[in-house]
């Protein structure tokens, strides 16, 4: 399934949500998406129609956390299916992200 990435800016907050499928195919589009957008000071994406997560998905998300942190940003990720937050617990990377739900 492809992935469907919207954006949504409102003063310093950047909402985005994902539809579909997060890997090899979709990875770089998300990345220059959120990246793109400048001014924020949290980035808080939401994951409640994510399908699909690969490895690329995952570095998709270290990218984007490493692009933001030195500006003192906060990525904050919602909404995980349990089969996609089984992934992001079995790699530690949800002591690199803040996981709501």
């Known amino acids: 399934m492809e992935l469907k990435v919207d ?59 490493k692009n933001i942190k030195e500006k003192g940003e906060k990525l904050v990720i919602t909404g995980l299916k349990p089969h996609i937050k089984k992934i992001f617990l079995i790699t530690d990377l949800d002591k690199v992200f803040e996981i709501e739900g």
Do not use: P
């Open 7 to 65: 954006l949504k800016k409102d003063g310093e907050l950047l909402f985005v949500d994902l539809q579909g499928d997060l890997d090899i195919n979709s990875n770089k589009e998300f990345k220059e998406k959120v990246n793109s957008v400048q001014g924020v000071k949290k980035i808080i994406v939401n994951c409640e129609n994510l399908s699909y997560i690969d490895s690329t998905g995952l570095g998709a998300f270290i990218s984007i956390y």
